[in-house]
């Protein structure tokens, strides 16, 4: 009697053809500073250090040349920003993330957020990024 192969659920493919493009690690909660016009934050937005101790905003080039890195991002639901005053806001700080699920921040160029995904620091914060092997800068 032949044994069937057994499929115990594991995959060496990261995101297969699975909608799910986000898996945290570790949550904390963070100060966001204002943001004009108080957008809604969609789940994945790139977020850094600002320029304030102990404040966060949403990730830009101008942040990533002053130093201050892409550090975490939107998670584990999207959140409402305020345009008076810091709000909290919960992000990931650890885990799996797909390039393609990556929310590109108003008036930011694809090619520098691309950047900062390859950016050695964040894998040194614990994030894995997926879906950059073809992409080009």
């Not at 943001?35 to 990730?59: D, H, Q």
């Amino acid at each position: 009697m032949a044994l069937e192969p057994k499929d115990l659920g594991g995959s060496t493919t990261p995101f297969p053809e699975s909608s799910v493009r986000l898996v945290v690690k570790d949550n904390k909660a963070v100060k966001l500073a204002a943001i004009v016009g108080a957008p809604i934050l969609e789940l994945v937005t790139p977020i850094c250090e600002s320029a304030v101790a102990g404040t966060y905003e949403v990730w830009n080039q101008a942040a990533e040349i002053a130093g201050r890195k892409l550090a975490a991002f939107v998670s584990p639901v999207r959140h409402q920003s305020s345009a008076t005053g810091e709000t909290l806001v919960v992000v990931g700080i650890t885990g799996d993330v797909h390039r393609d699920a990556v929310i590109l921040p108003s008036g930011e160029a694809q090619n520098d957020l691309d950047a900062a995904l390859r950016d050695s620091d964040l894998k040194k914060r614990g994030w894995n990024v997926f879906g950059l092997e073809d992409v080009s800068l």
